[in-house]
C-alpha cells in the first residue's frame, strides 16, 4: 500500500467514525506533511516549530465560534494575541483549515486568502487538503487547540478559553495561560479541555450500492 492511498483509507476510516483524538504525551503526527499556507508557501509541523514547542488550531472562515455571531464574539478576535503571546515565548502557532467539505464554498483556497487578509492574520493560515491533518490529530472543531512542546509532544488540548459557557462563574483563559506556564517552564493546568465550535466537515465517501 502506498503512502497515498494510506493516507486516503485512514480519511475514509476517519469520516466514517471521527480518528481517536490525540492525547497528553502524543507525538505530533505528520510533522513533516507540507501544508499550503495562504502566502502560497507550504510549511510543515516540523518548520513552525520554535525552541519551545508549537500550537496548531484548527480554524476556518465561516464558523460562528470563529468568527462570531450575535451572541458569541468569536476566538478569531484572540488569534493574533495569541500568536504574539506564542512568539514572545519563542512557540509556533498556526492555523489549519480542514473543511473538505466546504472546499468549494467557503473554505476554499481563494476564501482563506482573502479572510486571511481580512482579518490581518500575522501568523501562517494552513490548508489541510482532504483534512489530512485533523484525521490524524482527531480534530474534532473549528477551533480546537492542540499544543506541543519542544519534541512536538502533546502538552495541551481543547479550548481556547471558557467564554462559551454561559454559566461559568469566571473567565478562564486556558491557552494563555497554558502558553505563559510553559514558557516560564511550569506545568499546565488544566491540560486537557473540552474543545467547542463547528464540527470540521470532513466529506463524506459515496454510499454504496
Not at 483524538?21 to 509541523?45: F, I, R, S
Not at 462570531?68 to 483549515?97: C, H, M, T
Not at 486571511?116 to 473549528?142: C, I
Request: glycine content about 6%; hydrophobic content about 40%.
Amino acid at each position: 500500500m502506498t503512502m497515498k492511498t494510506a493516507a486516503l483509507f485512514l480519511s475514509f476510516l476517519c469520516t466514517l467514525s471521527l480518528c481517536a483524538q490525540l492525547t497528553l504525551k502524543d507525538k505530533a503526527p505528520l510533522e513533516n506533511l507540507a501544508l499550503q499556507g495562504v502566502d502560497d508557501v507550504p510549511l510543515t509541523l516540523a518548520q513552525a516549530k520554535k525552541s519551545l514547542g508549537l500550537i496548531v488550531v484548527f480554524s476556518c472562515n465561516s464558523c460562528p465560534f470563529v468568527v462570531g455571531s450575535d451572541d458569541f464574539p468569536g476566538w478569531e478576535k484572540q488569534y493574533d494575541s495569541l500568536f504574539r503571546a506564542a512568539a514572545a515565548n519563542d512557540i509556533g502557532f498556526v492555523l489549519v483549515n480542514s473543511n473538505e467539505g466546504k472546499r468549494n464554498q467557503a473554505d476554499s483556497f481563494e476564501a482563506m486568502k482573502l479572510h486571511a487578509q481580512e482579518q490581518g492574520y500575522a501568523m501562517p493560515y494552513l490548508l489541510d487538503n482532504r483534512s489530512e491533518l485533523a484525521d490524524a490529530f482527531g480534530a474534532k472543531t473549528t477551533p480546537h487547540v492542540f499544543f506541543f512542546d519542544q519534541d512536538l509532544t502533546l502538552i495541551y488540548s481543547g479550548s481556547i478559553d471558557n467564554s462559551w459557557d454561559r454559566s461559568r462563574k469566571q473567565d478562564l483563559p486556558y491557552l494563555f495561560q497554558a502558553i505563559k506556564a510553559h514558557g516560564n517552564h511550569q506545568k499546565i493546568k488544566p491540560n486537557t479541555t473540552d474543545p467547542k465550535g463547528c464540527g470540521i466537515k470532513r466529506v463524506t465517501p459515496p454510499a454504496k450500492h
